[in-house]
């Protein structure tokens, strides 16, 4: 009796590390499925992939739209266009249309330094999420939830819409900042002062 407990005990000992490497085998592992790593909002819905969507906001009502919009569609013989963007109390783009080309197998980066800055004005601040749909000339439409995030962190570098002549004309000694201004801004958008919601606004999570 010894022997074949000794015995039973032994094969249990193999067979459970065994039964549990199988069972790690098994279908829809975490390893299978699509991963998208960074901060912002996905769709994959359409023809236009809306990739890493965001809303930078500088103040209070005031920010830019950033992602990447990627055209998978192959077979297409003239690029896809993202005429415009809209959202309940705000206006993207000045209210124009957007008229952004993606050649097919390509894609655009928003946040690029070459690329048109585009504004996002209404009500809104950091910390919070905008529903914006996003109108393509395939005759698809894709509504994201949008985080907006703080200038801060891996958002730092990337400028506010019309920014370009500001800093212009402060290497030009046309511009000059003052402690009144550093004093009167908005805690909300320091980068030391912390946010709730929205994704990666500091650069960490």
Known sequence: MLHRRSTATAL???LLPLAAALTSCGFDNPTDRINTIGAGTNN???QVDVLGARVVAYADGQGRLIGTLAFNDDEADEPAVLEEVTGADVTVGGGR???????PNEHVNLAADDATAIPVEG???AGEFLELTYSFSTDEIVTLE???VKPCGQYADIAAP???AGEA???AGEVEETES???EADATYLCEHPTESAEGEEGGH
Do not use: Q, W, Y
């Open 97 to 103: 249309p957007l008229e952004i080309e993606v050649v």
């Open 123 to 125: 009500e809104f601040s």
């Open 162 to 164: 019309g920014s370009d």
């Open 181 to 183: 201004h550093d004093e």
């Open 44 to 46: 994959r819905e359409a």
């Open 146 to 148: 949008v985080p907006v």
């Open 12 to 14: 249990v000992a193999v």
């Open 169 to 171: 004309a402060e290497e």
